[in-house]
């Protein structure tokens, strides 16, 4: 319930807000009051702005009620900076505008862009944006930029603060400013003379004194985010410079960025990359150090706890393994135009590390190793072009927080601090910080960082849960303090930003007339103090131990999440209900209220709201653990939810009945599927649209929903053995093809067993089906609904007959569907050989068939359950072979409809979709492969979608033997 004050600015903000996209219920004013950090603060209301007018309305109405506000973007900051217990202003998906600039050298960007998108834009320039968070996959440019986030190779050179040009900014009092638009600079200064004269003031006050301006200059040498970007004050003179640069790294206290323009730069197309082992933590500093002026791009260094900490893993190169206790390890990489100038920067890294180099190809001459062998050295280091080798590297480096997150203690948090100093200083640094860990007991802590910049990353996981683990942190912070301060003047924040955990230490840091300097930046910008409250600046010396998450276990599947948030731009619901980061929060409160006996009100109205919120409008697709660092499919746990929710329930004996009666079943659904399409001929869309709808009225939405683009009913397979080739294979008609057909007016009408057959008549192959047919399945209609016995006994049955068919596993089993394919993958053994349909185009069929490419422009639909097999690649190489023009919708990766789910929870379906029919304009039809996802495709896109098999028999010539 909301007090009087948020009660009167919830009602102004309805004038002009639909409430839809406002929330002050329990359920969802907690699933937003997370972010990746380990901190929680519950909003009082939470707020999505569409628009900047919408942002300068809010920010007037704020200013004058008094009320604080926060704004977020994708919620990835790891300081507790983009939560509020106060309004939460939500600016993601709806800010997604972009405009390349001068032929790619800059790049106009709204917030809600995440930075991967930025770099795709900018990709056929070969251009990116200079800064390069490890998030980047999953962070926002709003975020990117208001957080001075940099990462592996961006240093100091290509940050936000360094490749911002201009900016628009909407003010605490609601004025827009665009620091790039001559007009908007002198509508500024007339309204605003008094806060430019104020910055000008300031700034000719720091260069005035020297001592302090060159403290701020020896400060920025190297990474820095604690605080204000107070550079900007020594580096420009134009006070909308200063407000530019000031801007960067502010963390929404002083103003809310509408868009960005950056300075683009580089990106190299050739690298070579080497993990060099060195026998103490002396050596790779050094190294480390020597490197800052040679051609490298990137130096990560790996302690020996890090390297520890994944050499059991798979995929992990033997040299890591079994190392002495001292071991540490440095991951190089240098970038090229050419390949002529990467050779070039090779030989001078080994040049100058006095190192002796041979070079030999790899691969049939297509990539190359440069071996670097010294007496320095664990191991030679070998430099290698190869991409696949190189990701292997990386996988080193990536995979240190997941090994950490993954094996940590139920109930304890992952904590990753980052500090930088300067890098002569990081050999000593990382000693007494490994000295530190000892002292306090975190003897599970990993150290790795970006040694070219003296940026040090440590993880361990504490349990905020016991007081006195709680004190032990604050110890540990407050040693960490003293060290990286008073011993080493260095960053008590690099690069993650201040947030509310390190804003304690602020001036500790900086020093009292630093600390005022910042102090009257927060009066001149926000004078009220409105804006992010208690980030960067915060009185409370113990600010950084209060509010901490609870991480109690819910339920194995979900327990090891980090709350990172990696998932939730892939998730189809994320602008529709829940996204899995928010479904784990819910879970979370939902198991701690149980335990501890505490407002059962409240948890009665958790569960209730999740009912919907949570479990319907989850597709189950699991992208989300392919996103996620640690693994956390939040799809397979809703399945297992849904199990629990139909345990001992009458559904189970109409599961039973299905799965034994499953021949009829599907006869059943031909029979419905012929049914409606002939009211549709005889009455029209039209009247049929109506009368469907009118019916799911009184049923209460239990009836389906009917499409425009509903299948005709398919004629059952007649499975004969076909074709004379030598080459034979097995192929399995999933029911969905075996019951449905072409929509209604689409052109091609045989439905797709019949042109997957003839496609691989063509290429020479002798068809073999498997007997009855019609009552097999894989299981995954089951599966999806949490019956699991059912699913899996399905499944079973299905396997016999393929191991069966294919003579024990002889001869390869195609399956024309995608998501059914991938469940017989998980359920099924080693000995069946098993192919989706691009997979087996790829594989076998490419060089068999003569293709000719369509000129006309088509859409791909690269399904989720490829996607989770690893098929993105060859999805796109089958559709190139076919089309001269292929277009793959950014940002739409599952569809939303998952299985039947899009009949019965349509808004799904229209969420995970909502951009669709814009990015596709132009194209004559789309491809995917999945019969129930392309219904919903088609219904959304305004062109018929189908199964790439089409593409690929409209597209071919054989022997059609």
């Not at 240190?400 to 930088?420: C, F, N, Q, Y």
Request: net charge neutral; glycine share 8%.
């Amino acid at each position: 319930m909301l007090d009087a004050a948020y009660r009167l600015f919830y009602n102004d903000l309805k004038s002009f807000i639909p409430e839809s996209r406002m929330a002050t219920d329990p359920l969802r004013t907690l699933a937003y009051g997370t972010d990746a950090s380990f901190y929680r603060l519950t909003p009082k209301i939470v707020v999505r702005a569409d628009t900047e007018a919408e942002v300068s309305r809010i920010l007037r109405q704020t200013g004058e009620q008094q009320i604080p506000v926060t704004f977020r973007a994708a919620g990835t900051s790891l300081s507790g900076q983009a939560i509020s217990d106060s309004v939460l202003l939500v600016a993601g998906e709806s800010w997604q505008q972009w405009e390349v600039l001068e032929n790619g050298r800059k790049i106009r960007l709204q917030p809600g862009i995440i930075g991967a998108r930025a770099n795709g834009i900018l990709a056929p320039y070969g251009r990116k944006i200079g800064p390069d968070p490890a998030s980047i996959n999953a962070a926002m440019v709003g975020g990117i930029a208001a957080n001075n986030a940099s990462g592996m190779c961006c240093g100091t050179a290509q940050n936000s603060y360094q490749t911002v040009d201009s900016m628009r900014i909407v003010l605490a009092d609601g004025t827009i400013l665009d620091t790039g638009d001559n007009g908007s600079r002198k509508a500024f200064t007339a309204t605003h003379g008094r806060m430019l004269d104020r910055l000008d003031e300031l700034a000719r006050r720091v260069k005035a004194d020297s001592p302090l301006a060159e403290r701020i200059r020896n400060k920025f040498k190297i990474k820095n985010t604690t605080g204000y970007s107070l550079n900007a004050l020594v580096d420009y003179i134009d006070p909308f410079d200063i407000i530019t640069h000031l801007m960067i790294g502010s963390e929404g206290t002083l103003a809310f960025i509408s868009h960005i323009v950056y300075r683009t730069v580089t990106s190299p197309p050739f690298k070579a990359t080497a993990l060099m082992m060195f026998p103490q933590i002396e050596g790779a500093c050094r190294t480390a150090h020597r490197m800052q002026a040679l051609p490298v791009a990137a130096a990560e260094l790996m302690d020996r706890a890090s390297l520890g900490s994944v050499e059991g893993k798979a995929g992990m190169p033997a040299m890591i393994r079994g190392v002495s206790p001292t071991t540490t390890a440095l991951l190089v990489e240098t970038q090229a135009a050419d390949f002529a100038t990467l050779s070039t920067h090779v030989q001078a890294i080994a040049d100058a590390l006095e190192k002796r180099v041979t070079m030999r190809t790899t691969d049939g001459s297509r990539t190359h190793e440069w071996r670097l062998e010294g007496t320095d050295l664990v191991f030679p280091a070998v430099f290698t072009d190869h991409a696949v080798q190189s990701d292997d590297l990386w996988k080193v480096r990536k995979g240190l927080l997941p090994s950490v997150g993954a094996v940590r203690d139920l109930g304890t948090t992952v904590l990753i601090e980052d500090v930088a100093f300067p890098i002569h200083s990081l050999a000593p640094a990382t000693l007494d910080l490994q000295a530190l860990f000892d002292k306090h007991g975190y003897r599970e802590a990993i150290i790795f960082g970006h040694a070219l910049a003296g940026n040090l990353h440590f993880v361990f996981s504490p349990n905020f849960g016991d007081s006195a683990e709680l004190d032990r942190y604050a110890r540990f912070m407050d040693d960490i303090a003293h060290m990286v301060v008073d011993t080493y003047d260095g960053s008590l924040k690099a690069e993650h930003g201040t947030g509310r955990n390190m804003a304690p230490f602020v001036e500790k840091e900086w020093g009292g007339n630093a600390y005022g300097l910042m102090q009257e930046i927060k009066t001149i910008f926000d004078p009220g103090g409105l804006l992010n409250p208690g980030v960067i600046l915060n009185p409370n010396p113990t600010v950084h131990l209060e509010n901490l998450k609870p991480l109690p276990p819910a339920d194995p599947l979900i327990d090891a999440c980090m709350e990172c948030g990696f998932c939730e731009c892939h998730c189809p619901s994320r602008n529709l209900s829940l996204t899995p980061r928010q479904r784990i929060v819910i879970q979370r409160e939902i198991a701690r209220l149980t335990a501890s006996g505490d407002d059962a009100a409240r948890l009665a109205e958790l569960k209730k709201g999740y009912g919907w919120q949570g479990e319907a409008t989850c597709a189950a697709d699991g992208l989300c653990g392919v996103a996620c660092p640690v693994d956390v499919d939040t799809g397979k746990f809703t399945k297992t939810f849904r199990s629990r929710m139909v345990k001992g329930q009458p559904y189970q004996w109409l599961a039973d009945r299905a799965a034994e009666h499953f021949g009829p079943l599907t006869a059943g659904i031909r029979a419905g599927l012929r049914a409606v399409d002939g009211l549709h001929r005889v009455i029209g869309t039209e009247a049929m649209n109506r009368l469907a709808g009118s019916l799911r009225r009184l049923s209460g939405n239990r009836l389906p929903v009917w499409l425009p683009s509903l299948p005709t009913a398919a004629a059952p397979p007649r499975p004969q053995p076909t074709g004379k080739g030598e080459r034979a294979v097995v192929y399995f008609p999933a029911c969905v093809s075996r019951t449905m057909g072409p929509a209604v007016g689409d052109p091609l009408v045989d439905p797709l067993y019949v042109v997957t057959e003839r496609v691989l008549r063509r290429a020479g192959y002798r068809v073999i089906y498997p007997e009855q047919m019609e009552g097999l399945c894989c299981g995954l209609p089951f599966e999806s609904k949490g019956f699991f016995n059912q699913a899996d006994r399905k499944s079973e049955a299905l396997e016999k007959v393929l191991l069966a068919t294919s003579d024990n596993g002889r001869l390869p089993v195609l399956c024309d569907t995608s998501p059914c394919l991938e469940r017989m993958r998980r359920t099924f053994g080693p000995r069946l050989t098993l192919f989706e349909p691009v997979e087996f185009t790829a594989t076998h069929l490419l060089n068999r068939l003569t293709f000719t490419r369509t000129v006309d422009p088509v859409a791909l639909h690269i399904t989720c359950s490829a996607r989770k097999m690893g098929l993105d690649n060859a999805f796109t190489a089958v559709a190139n072979a076919c089309a001269e023009t292929v277009v793959v919708p950014y940002g739409i990766e599952c569809c939303g409809f998952a299985g039947d789910r899009g009949f019965n929870v349509p808004e799904l379906n229209t969420a995970a979709l909502s951009g669709l029919k814009s990015a596709v304009a132009g194209c004559t039809a789309g491809y995917a492969n999945s019969r129930t996802c392309e219904i919903g495709l088609s219904h959304h896109s305004g062109i018929p979608y189908r199964s790439i098999m089409a593409l690929v028999d409209q597209c071919t010539k054989g022997s059609d033997v």
